[in-house]
């Protein structure tokens, strides 16, 4: 059974520049959630999709944007790139969204913003 | 963003010891709590979890304590192996927020062989 997948695995960017970032969730789930993470904040939420909805949205500004596609592959999407965007980028998938059973995280893309 | 913390506990066991890690959770609402381990390089790993009408669950030398007065979690694990250093992280999720679920700053385990 394969797992989530995330591509790229590694992106360097300049700042200004936009991003693209894919996450295939396991077969199945429907439930799309992505996170940031950098040794000063953590993990933290950015958004989560079910049935191509977005559903919640976590405390990011409006250069993060993501949607979901019919297959509930994923994308996200950060314009205008800062410096401070380098992170981490984990995308999760999960089957039972009403429990939180089943959160599967995927490698992760590494951003690295220059 | 949501998250808690800047700074990354650090603990270090002897192999074959057990060793016991501590989280504070954030939202008396929330129901549903995960420990997942993060390897270098890898995304997080689900270990274990438990309801909130619970208090205790164990696993494969893994045991979770969860103590809703204090908004303690605690994970535990048995005969620690080199293989279990990593980061630690514990999780909570509210049930009325579907999967938005709100991570600790995790502890980073290191197993001295």
């Known amino acids: 059974k394969a797992g989530v997948t995330q591509t790229p695995r590694y992106l360097i960017k300049t700042r200004g520049q936009q991003v693209t970032l894919s996450c295939s969730p396991i077969s199945g789930h429907r439930s799309v959630s992505w996170y940031q993470q950098t040794p000063g904040q953590g993990l933290q939420f950015l958004f989560e999709y079910f049935s191509e909805t977005q559903r919640n949205k976590g405390n990011f500004p409006g250069r993060f944007s993501g949607r979901q596609f019919s297959n509930s592959r994923s994308e996200m999407n950060v314009s205008t790139l800062e410096l401070g965007d380098s992170a981490l980028y984990l995308c999760?998938?999960?089957?039972?969204?009403?429990?939180?059973?089943?959160?599967?995280f995927g490698s992760g893309t590494r951003l690295t913003v220059v | 963003g949501e998250s808690v913390g800047l700074h990354l506990p650090t603990l270090s066991v002897q192999e074959g010891d057990n060793s016991i890690i501590n989280c504070a959770y954030s939202?008396?609402?929330?129901?549903?709590f995960i420990w997942y381990k993060q390897e270098s390089g890898k995304g997080p790993q689900f270990i274990i979890d438990?309801?909130?009408?619970?208090d205790k669950r164990q696993g494969q030398r893994v045991t979770v304590l969860l103590n809703k007065t204090v908004k303690h979690l605690s994970l535990q694990i048995a005969a620690t192996q080199p293989g279990d250093s990593a980061v630690y992280f514990c999780a909570e999720n509210m049930k009325t927020s579907y999967d938005k679920v709100i991570f600790g700053p995790g502890t980073s385990l290191s197993v001295i062989p």
């Open positions: 438990i309801r909130s009408n619970m």
């Open positions: 999760a998938s999960s089957l039972d969204t009403e429990t939180g059973y089943g959160y599967t």
């Open positions: 939202n008396s609402a929330s129901d549903y």
